[in-house]
Structure formats: structure tokens, C-alpha cells
């Protein structure tokens, strides 16, 4: 009859189209990330203050050692460091992306006995250079990381990046009460040194980990450095 003919002729229209069916292809969906202003950094240095025996220093990570002694070391950073140069209201300054560090470009013109250390970063921050008033001495860990394997800037194993003034640094580590850790970049070495003698400071500050967050309110990396009056 008709009518059977015309269901025979619907149910092979649905046999052709679910043969011949296929899914939808859905478009790709894009999810937007907020940046992430911390995932540079590749390496987290210590950034707050210790006394340092020497077995400790001599387990420093992030360096490569050539030698021990009784003093420290003689070594240079294996971190792939990713250095800018900025300059900011006239003051220059290295921003390490791999670490999260601000250094200044260069430091104290002269240099300083450890027990004028804290007044002289005192007084460094009171004129707020590149802006900022936390600027500190960098821990023994921080300063060995500016370390070179070979003398890349003059007769300094540092950065040409770097100013190459500042031969030897502070750091905020103390040794024991009247020594505390140096970085010489003429001879690529770390030891503690008296507290009578006189180095130059380069000052450092945790600009990635400061910066972009704005509740950062902890207290750490102020600069404080406890001194041994002489």
C-alpha cells in the first residue's frame, strides 16, 4: 500500500543518514592564564641571615669547588643566570630573572669595615636609590652566586655586566661574632674574614618576590645586620 511504502521510504532515509553520521567537531576552547611573574626564577637563594660554620659553607649549593681550605673556598655558580641591565633615575642596576635578585651595578665607592656595614646601608636606603629603601647586604649564598667560572670582567671572576670596583664583597653571614663571610671576585673565593678589616658592599634586594606582591609585609630581608662593636 501507500502508507507502507512511504514508512519503508522514512526508515531508509534514517538507515542513510545515521550511516553517514559524524560528530560535530567542537571547536578548541582557549583558557587565558594571568601571568606569572614568579616562574622565571629558576633558582630560590637563601635570603635570610646565618652564621655559617665552615663544614656548612663548604656544602654551599648552586657552586662548583675547586678547592677547600681552611678559610672556605675557591669555586664559581653553575646557575644559568639571565642578567638585565636597567638603569633607573640614573642609577644602574642587574636584574637576575634566574634568581629574583636587584643588584646594584656597582656599590660603595670604598671600602667599608664590617662594624660600618649596617650604618652605611642605613644610609644607602635614606636616599632611595632606583626608588626602593630595602636594599641589604646579600647572603654568602647570594653574593658566591655572582661567582664565574673563569675572569670574564678584567681580572674578576664576575659579569662584565658588573662594575669591577668592587673587588671584594660582604655578605650578612657571620662566621662567628667578630668574622664574617667575603666574596673576592679576584681570586673566586668565599671565606670569612675579621671584623676589623674592610671590603666594599654591593647591595641586593628580592625584587620578583617583593615587587609583584604587594602584601608582602613578613619582615624578611630588611637589611638588618647585627655587628660586633670593636
Same mark, same amino acid.
Given at each position: 500500500?501507500? %502508507?507502507?511504502?512511504?514508512?519503508?521510504?522514512?526508515?531508509?532515509?534514517? =538507515? %542513510?543518514?545515521? !550511516?553517514?553520521? /559524524?560528530?560535530?567537531?567542537?571547536?578548541?576552547?582557549? @583558557?587565558?592564564?594571568?601571568?606569572?611573574?614568579?616562574?622565571?626564577?629558576?633558582?630560590?637563594? /637563601?635570603?635570610?641571615?646565618?652564621?655559617?660554620?665552615?663544614?656548612?659553607?663548604?656544602? =654551599?649549593?648552586?657552586?662548583? =669547588?675547586?678547592?677547600?681550605?681552611?678559610?672556605?673556598?675557591?669555586? #664559581?655558580?653553575? @646557575?644559568? #643566570?639571565?642578567?638585565?641591565? !636597567?638603569?633607573?633615575?640614573?642609577? !644602574?642596576?642587574?636584574?637576575?630573572?634566574?634568581?629574583?635578585? =636587584?643588584? #646594584?651595578?656597582?656599590?660603595?665607592?670604598?671600602?667599608?669595615?664590617?662594624?660600618?656595614?649596617?650604618?652605611?646601608?642605613?644610609?644607602?636606603?635614606?636616599? !632611595?636609590?632606583?626608588?626602593?629603601?630595602?636594599?641589604?647586604?646579600?647572603?654568602?649564598? %647570594?653574593?658566591?652566586?655572582?661567582?664565574?667560572?673563569?675572569?670574564?670582567?678584567?681580572?674578576?671572576? @664576575?659579569?662584565? @655586566?658588573?662594575?669591577?670596583?668592587?673587588?671584594?664583597?660582604?655578605?650578612?653571614?657571620?662566621?662567628?661574632?667578630?668574622?664574617?663571610?667575603?666574596? #673576592?671576585?679576584?681570586?673566586?673565593?668565599?671565606?670569612?674574614?675579621?671584623?676589623?678589616?674592610?671590603?666594599?658592599?654591593?647591595?641586593?634586594?628580592?625584587?620578583?618576590?617583593?615587587?609583584?606582591?604587594?602584601?608582602?609585609?613578613?619582615?624578611?630581608?630588611?637589611?638588618?645586620?647585627?655587628?660586633?662593636?670593636?
Amino acid at each position: 500500500s501507500t %502508507e507502507d511504502q512511504l514508512i519503508r521510504s522514512k526508515a531508509v532515509e534514517r =538507515m %542513510e543518514y545515521w !550511516k553517514n553520521y /559524524r560528530e560535530p567537531v567542537k571547536p578548541p576552547v582557549t @583558557i587565558r592564564q594571568e601571568p606569572s611573574y614568579g616562574s622565571a626564577i629558576s633558582t630560590t637563594l /637563601r635570603s635570610s641571615y646565618k652564621t655559617l660554620s665552615l663544614s656548612e659553607v663548604h656544602s =654551599m649549593p648552586n657552586v662548583s =669547588m675547586r678547592v677547600r681550605d681552611e678559610y672556605g673556598f675557591s669555586g #664559581h655558580s653553575i @646557575i644559568n #643566570h639571565n642578567y638585565n641591565l !636597567k638603569t633607573i633615575k640614573g642609577d !644602574k642596576v642587574v636584574v637576575d630573572n634566574a634568581t629574583g635578585l =636587584m643588584w #646594584h651595578q656597582n656599590g660603595s665607592d670604598k671600602k667599608v669595615k664590617w662594624k660600618k656595614v649596617q650604618e652605611w646601608i642605613n644610609e644607602f636606603n635614606s636616599r !632611595k636609590h632606583v626608588r626602593y629603601t630595602d636594599w641589604r647586604l646579600p647572603t654568602a649564598e %647570594e653574593a658566591a652566586s655572582l661567582l664565574e667560572s673563569s675572569k670574564k670582567n678584567g681580572d674578576l671572576y @664576575i659579569d662584565p @655586566i658588573f662594575s669591577n670596583r668592587q673587588k671584594r664583597i660582604w655578605t650578612g653571614d657571620k662566621f662567628d661574632s667578630p668574622r664574617a663571610w667575603r666574596v #673576592h671576585f679576584g681570586s673566586g673565593h668565599v671565606s670569612w674574614e675579621g671584623s676589623i678589616r674592610s671590603n666594599y658592599v654591593r647591595p641586593v634586594r628580592s625584587v620578583l618576590s617583593k615587587d609583584v606582591n604587594s602584601s608582602y609585609q613578613s619582615g624578611r630581608d630588611t637589611g638588618q645586620v647585627q655587628v660586633t662593636p670593636q
